[in-house]
């Protein structure tokens, strides 16, 4: 059961969005930077670990345009966010050093010919000296705005047989990339996903040479080039139509397992919210990249302003609030009280862009008091942003009470941990709405890959049958655990001291979510528990198989301290149920817990 130590998670699986990490010590190992460790990775989660087809590409753009033994480069879809990297790390080093980092542009060759509908890409690297490369990686993880392994792979092999190349005209480079006006023209003729498309050219028939120069191979046209990368010519129609379908599933309006054709064809009913519709949701490459850009939209809405980190936060949540802007307010208990103390700054006079929080927190699933919130952000005029990857918009819907919902799409709306991408969800009935729609229509700019996006539709057919399945499994795995007198905590919605707010947010058929952590009395247990449960380890959650890891070491790993601050325990193991059958997963548990007592004795 136990996949090897770097290997992908899930096993045999390209693009896996996981790794494995099958011990505790391994984790701690893999924090530390040690070699028996990282020399064994083969991927890791996207976001933390650059996909070797990433790093290959990227080294393949330095050696054209850079200095090998002394440069490195950072990948993005588009002009537009490669810029946000550039400008960050010229903010973060010596103003003497700022010409060293530059960005180069790529475009389609002339010669893809690309017609109407084929697919294409743009491309843009942040080359700067090597020694900045950890100030480019804060940039990389926390705005999740990087390209995808599989951009990566395609426009590696675009590349090298000439259909991508520099674009040497700043002018043309602009108009090429400039950012697709808001989400309906995910439907329209004009480019795709960041997916830049060439003017059309009379096509070549079939065989005949269309390109020999620029580094095109003789007798091979770009509708071969497409064949051969996607195995049929993957089209704009394709790729537009799974992402209306998506956006569809997740503005509530198709609530049934059905697939694309039909999913095109269904008469919307009504969503989350009255009047909501697929063009209030906007899809980003990540869940991450959704939250970076609301915050980036909301400052261009309302203007720089400090924002509020709500209850302990995915740690690339607060990082953003904190290092993009004017900086934020963290209230990491999430509490009442600090509502109170929130209250009393809003009394005196403190103002606010915008709160941002989980329902339910990670990996305490504890639920805040969104009502209040909502009721303090009508009255001192700031957004509400919620995330609500953790338990979903089937089980519980918080769109009511805020002005954005965010989610990593990457989770439990594909289950398969082999795509990324993420969403932002406008509630048409919040003050905010009108002018955050006009930003977005201004600047909103599509850089989900084509590819990715076909993908995640495919994994997200069955969305709502694999929710009821894992809310039932993980109700009852939770309940032996909390049983049981070798744990000293279960967290979990269903048990948390925050129930009643969760409860008021549940949907009439919604369930606790599928993901639990907990805490043991000795570090000693916690590590026998982790190392003999037999389920697949590693980062992510929300995947249709069982997934563990020890969580807080992994998030918090140079701030364990801080983290127990917030009575977040660093021996916490957290784990994401799947579909597998509950009474062998029950066993699982059970010979975990003996591991437990064994240890204990």
Same mark, same amino acid.
């Given at each position: 059961m136990l996949q090897a130590l770097g290997g992908p998670v899930p096993p045999n699986t390209d693009h896996a969005v996981s790794v494995s990490l099958p011990t505790w010590r391994a984790n701690v190992g893999y924090e530390e930077g040690e070699d028996w460790v990282i020399s064994k990775m083969q991927c890791g989660y996207p976001r933390f670990f650059v996909h070797p087809v990433i790093q290959k590409l990227a080294r393949e753009i330095v050696s054209r345009f850079g200095d090998s033994e002394q440069e490195a480069a950072t990948l993005f879809a588009s002009i537009k966010t490669a810029r946000i990297c550039h400008s960050f790390i010229v903010s973060k080093i010596p103003v003497e050093?700022?010409?060293k980092v530059r960005i180069v542009n790529f475009i389609p060759s002339p010669h893809t010919e690309a017609g109407s509908t084929a697919i294409t890409s743009t491309l843009s690297a942040v080359i700067y000296p090597t020694e900045f490369a950890p100030i480019a990686k804060q940039v990389w993880q926390h705005s999740g705005n990087g390209i995808s392994s599989r951009r990566g792979e395609f426009c590696l092999r675009a590349l090298q047989d000439g259909f991508l190349v520099e674009d040497k005209g700043s002018g043309a480079s602009e108009s090429i990339q400039r950012p697709c006006k808001g989400p309906r023209r995910y439907q329209g003729r004009g480019s795709l996903?960041?997916? &830049?498309?060439?003017?059309?050219?009379?096509?070549?028939?079939? =065989?005949?040479?269309? +390109?020999?120069?620029? =580094?095109?191979? /003789?007798?091979?046209?770009?509708?071969? *080039?497409?064949?051969?990368? *996607? =195995?049929? !010519?993957?089209?704009?129609?394709?790729? !537009?139509?799974?992402? /209306? +379908?998506?956006?569809?599933?997740?503005? =509530?309006?198709?609530?049934?397992?059905?697939?694309?054709?039909? +999913?095109?064809?269904?008469?919307? %009913?009504?969503?989350?919210?009255?009047?909501? %519709?697929?063009?209030?949701?906007?899809?980003?490459?990540?869940?991450m990249s959704a939250i970076f850009n609301s915050h980036q939209t909301l400052m261009n809405a309302r203007g720089p302003m400090k924002s509020i980190c709500f209850g302990f936060p995915y740690t690339d949540t607060l990082k953003i609030l904190q290092k993009w802007g004017p900086g934020c307010l963290f209230y990491g208990h999430g509490s009442s009280e600090d509502l109170d103390d929130l209250e009393s700054r809003l009394k005196n006079g403190e103002r606010f862009l915008s709160l941002f929080t989980e329902a339910p927190g990670n990996p305490l699933l504890r639920t805040? /008091?969104?009502?209040?919130?909502? +009721?303090?952000?009508?009255?001192?005029?700031?957004?509400?942003?919620?995330?609500?990857?953790?338990?979903? *918009?089937?089980?519980?819907?918080?769109?009511?009470?805020?002005? @954005?919902?965010?989610? %990593?799409?990457?989770? @439990?709306f594909s289950g398969d941990s082999n795509v990324m991408g993420g969403s932002a969800v406008l509630n048409p009935h919040e003050q905010y709405y009108r002018h955050l729609k006009e930003i977005f229509n201004r600047d909103f700019e599509d850089i989900y890959w084509a590819e990715d996006a076909v993908f995640l539709e495919r994994n997200s057919r069955d969305f709502v049958s694999r929710i009821d399945k894992i809310n039932s499994t993980s109700e009852e795995i939770t309940a032996m655990l909390k049983a049981s007198p070798l744990i000293k905590d279960v967290h979990y919605p269903k048990y948390s001291p925050t129930r009643p707010l969760y409860d008021s947010l549940r949907n009439p058929n919604g369930g606790y979510g599928g993901l639990f952590s907990v805490t043991f009395y000795s570090t000693e247990e916690a590590i026998a528990f982790y190392d003999t449960l037999e389920v697949l380890k590693g980062p992510s959650l929300g995947t249709n198989f069982t997934l563990s890891s020890p969580y807080v070491l992994l998030a918090h790993y140079g701030e364990l301290d801080w983290a127990r601050s917030f009575n977040v325990d660093p021996d916490l193991v957290r784990i994401s149920a799947g579909l597998e059958d509950?009474?062998?997963?029950?066993?699982?548990?059970?010979? &975990?817990?003996?591991?437990?007592?064994?240890?204990?004795?």
């Open positions: 050093q700022s010409q996903s960041g997916v &830049a498309r060439t003017p059309s050219t009379p096509s070549s028939s079939a =065989g005949t040479p269309s +390109a020999t120069a620029n =580094g095109v191979e /003789d007798g091979r046209d770009y509708s071969q *080039f497409i064949e051969e990368r *996607f =195995g049929r !010519n993957l089209s704009t129609l394709h790729a !537009n139509q799974a992402k /209306d +379908a998506v956006r569809r599933r997740i503005a =509530g309006v198709l609530t049934a397992d059905v697939e694309l054709p039909e +999913a095109l064809e269904t008469a919307s %009913s009504e969503g989350r919210v009255a009047g909501i %519709s697929e063009d209030d949701v906007l899809l980003y490459p990540s869940g805040p /008091d969104l009502v209040r919130i909502r +009721a303090l952000a009508d009255q001192y005029d700031f957004a509400v942003v919620v995330d609500e990857t953790i338990s979903n *918009f089937l089980n519980i819907n918080v769109l009511r009470y805020a002005d @954005i919902v965010v989610s %990593s799409l990457t989770k @439990i509950v009474s062998d997963l029950r066993s699982r548990f059970e010979r &975990a817990l003996d591991a437990v007592e064994k240890a204990r004795k």
